[in-house]
């Protein structure tokens, strides 16, 4: 599964207005449609947002190969309400194991590595690991003891 989430999407938005961010999201998905296989199955998951499916890949260096023709694709200009837009993306990519992984586990996944992408420097591709599992599992443990100290008292926020 490859998460793909488009770079400082609110900027057109907020500039340009929601009929231009329409527009762009449709500009999008046609050229996520155009960059993947065949037999890979793209779909918006909400806001700027898109998931690819890569099925059968024949190597998992594929799904390398896929990201990065997506993101060359979506750095063709756009444009939108009269102004020239060039749009980047950040993408995750997790693999499927076997028949442990549900769908909600390769999304979550494939968002945690995007996260890492866009930690990255933006416009970039990133691979989950376990690394990263366990990264997020530190972060909830933090935010959970910090608001339990908050709800003692033994912490204030100014």
């Given at each position: 599964?490859?998460?793909?989430?488009?770079?400082?999407?609110?900027?057109?938005?907020?500039?340009?207005?929601?009929?231009?961010?329409?527009?762009?999201?449709?500009?999008?998905?046609?050229?996520?449609?155009t960059s993947v296989r065949a037999t890979d199955s793209v779909a918006r998951v909400?806001?700027?947002?898109?998931?690819?499916?890569?099925?059968?890949?024949?190597?998992?260096?594929?799904?390398?190969?896929?990201?990065?023709?997506?993101?060359?694709?979506?750095?063709?200009?756009?444009?939108?309400?009269?102004?020239?837009?060039?749009?980047?993306?950040?993408?995750?990519?997790?693999f499927a194991h076997g028949d442990t992984d549900t769908a909600e586990d390769l999304?979550?996944?494939?968002?945690?590595?995007?996260?890492?992408?866009?930690?990255?420097?933006?416009?970039?591709?990133?691979?989950?690991?376990?690394?990263?599992?366990?990264?997020?599992?530190?972060?909830?443990?933090?935010?959970?003891?910090?608001?339990?100290?908050?709800?003692?008292?033994?912490?204030?926020?100014?």
């Open positions: 599964m490859l998460f793909v989430d488009l770079d400082r999407f609110n900027l057109v938005n907020d500039n340009l207005g929601h009929d231009a961010g329409d527009e762009l999201l449709c500009v999008v998905a046609d050229r996520l449609t909400a806001g700027d947002e898109f998931v690819v499916i890569c099925d059968e890949l024949d190597r998992p260096d594929e799904a390398q190969v896929i990201a990065h023709r997506i993101l060359s694709s979506l750095q063709e200009p756009v444009d939108l309400a009269g102004e020239r837009v060039r749009v980047r993306g950040s993408i995750g990519i997790a999304l979550r996944d494939a968002a945690a590595a995007m996260y890492r992408a866009k930690e990255s420097g933006r416009a970039q591709v990133a691979a989950f690991d376990d690394s990263m599992r366990q990264r997020l599992r530190n972060e909830l443990h933090m935010e959970r003891e910090i608001a339990e100290c908050l709800d003692r008292g033994e912490l204030r926020v100014w």
